[in-house]
């Protein structure tokens, strides 16, 4: 089975940067797409990026086009999330995700089959 461990999180002020990972160990070799979600205090999960593991191509939310970049390290099994220009609004826990199925197209939330624990993001001055 797939193993999802999030890192780098932690507290920044507004403006600055952080990136952030998710390795994954296991079963590795079958993922298909890779993706970040958050979920702010008292909201729901959000959708915020995902990559698909063999040819690279991305997709963003609005909230994080122009000022996130997700990438992949295949040789690593390493997920990233580099965040800039971040905001008190980008407070949240984020959490890396993993389907290993396969489609056609990215997936939809409740697609992805392997999660993370998660990793605390706290943007204030």
């Known amino acids: 089975q797939l193993q999802l461990v999030e890192s780098g999180g932690g507290l920044v002020q507004p403006g600055g940067s952080l990136n952030l990972s998710c390795a994954a160990s296991g079963q590795t070799s079958t993922t298909y797409y890779m993706a970040w979600f958050r979920q702010p205090p008292g909201k729901g999960r959000e959708f915020v990026a995902v990559i698909s593991w063999s040819s690279g191509r991305s997709n963003y939310a609005d909230s994080a086009q122009d000022r996130f970049t997700i990438s992949r390290d295949n040789f690593r099994n390493i997920l990233y999330l580099q965040m800039n220009s971040l905001k008190p609004e980008d407070t949240a826990v984020y959490y890396c995700?993993?389907?290993?199925?396969?489609?056609?197209?990215?997936?939809?939330?409740?697609?992805?089959?392997?999660w993370g624990q998660g990793t605390q993001v706290t943007v204030s001055s």
């Open positions: 995700a993993a389907e290993t199925v396969g489609r056609n197209w990215y997936p939809r939330e409740y697609e992805y089959n392997f």
